[in-house]
């Protein structure tokens, strides 16, 4: 439960707000991941970090703007979001950027008025 | 066809019931294989890795059907906590990026008491 952590855990804005979703990992983990989960959808990977490094964007729209200060910590800033982004955004973390397991946070739920 | 299918249930099944999920997957290089259980409205955690030679744990069951492209998860003596959806987990060289997993929509898991 305590190993990736998300804040918040909820959270409602209007289309004008700028926010940002907080994830840790207390893993001593390299990689981290942003994932989008909606209803009736797979979830879908967003960004990559492997070692600070962004390896990964899969084609999001610039409204997301990730970071990665450090190999504990990401960062997913929201401006200008749309009402069809209300979903629930899942951090993950692995040892390495391999196709091993990836552990999740809790979720951030993002409702977009 | 989708890179990674899997049926979206539900599937209602009594207590003690033996249920089975398939997971089909397109393309033919992919190496690694996962399953993963996800409760409502709770994040998804690695239930088991899915090897060549097939792999039990207590009531789980998973194999691996190289030649038809798909995965399957067999449950013997469901029990109520067993409820929730079962994502299934697949990389490969999508887009040239082989570390990427692609998950399915999920399998929802209903016992009944």
């Known amino acids: 439960e305590t190993g990736v952590t998300q804040t918040p855990r909820h959270l409602v804005m209007g289309m004008t707000n700028k926010k940002s979703l907080k994830c840790e990992q207390h893993l001593g983990h390299n990689a981290m991941y942003w994932y989008k989960q909606s209803a009736k959808k797979p979830l879908e990977l967003m960004f990559v970090y492997n070692f600070k490094e962004q390896t990964e964007n899969n084609s999001v729209p610039s409204r997301f703007s990730p970071e990665c200060p450090n190999s504990s910590h990401l960062f997913l800033h929201l401006h200008t979001l749309q009402p069809e982004d209300s979903a629930l955004y899942l951090c993950?973390?692995?040892?390495?950027?391999?196709?091993?397991?990836?552990?999740f946070g809790p979720g951030t739920r993002l409702t977009v008025l | 066809r989708k890179e990674v299918e899997q049926d979206p249930g539900p599937f209602n099944v009594p207590e003690g019931a033996t249920v089975a999920f398939n997971c089909t997957y397109s393309n033919s290089a992919s190496q690694s294989f996962f399953w993963y259980r996800q409760d409502c409205r709770k994040e998804p955690k690695l239930l088991m890795s899915v090897y060549s030679s097939g792999n039990e744990d207590g009531r789980f069951t998973a194999q691996l059907n190289r030649a038809s492209q798909y995965i399957s998860l067999l449950i013997r003596d469901s029990k109520l906590s067993d409820s929730a959806t079962y994502l299934c987990a697949v990389n490969g060289d999508y887009g040239g990026a082989t570390n990427k997993l692609i998950f399915g929509t999920g399998t929802l898991l209903a016992v009944q008491p």
């Open positions: 993950a973390s692995s040892q390495d950027y391999s196709p091993d397991e990836q552990f």
